[in-house]
């Protein structure tokens, strides 16, 4: 009894997930960027997508994610499934969420959800990436919605 028991939990060991950015681990390239549809409140704003994150290049490691400042750093992960008016931190709630998120692509209501978060000494930094599908993910980012692909073999 005491050897099936043990089997079991080493099993279980050897099923945790290698890290804690789950299905986000690896390294992902910015493809596209479109102005956020919430910007609208503002006729006088117009919001620019920041050139060092046009084809910018992210690497979720286990323990930090390298990309260009202010995200590269010391990391904090989370894996959760959210709804669609979680996305964007809310942007979208109350707006016909669903509507948005398919139009962004998602063809599910439960959207996995990377929560991330790190401390410099210059910035606190808190982010979430959204997993469209397996290879495709998005973060919004001064009212501009960043599109990555998953870079193979890297």
Known sequence: MRVIAMLGLLLCLGAAPASAQGVFAGTWQ???AQVATWHRDDPNYTPQIDPKFAHAIFTFKKDRLEAPAPFGCKAHYEVKTVEPGYLFQGAFDGDDPEGHAKALGFTSDRIVNLDFACMRA???IEMDFHLVDRDTAIFGLN?????MKR???K
């Open 30 to 32: 910015v493809v596209d």
């Open 122 to 124: 210059d910035a606190d």
């Open 143 to 147: 009212d501009v919605i960043y599109r």
């Open 151 to 153: 870079v193979r073999g």
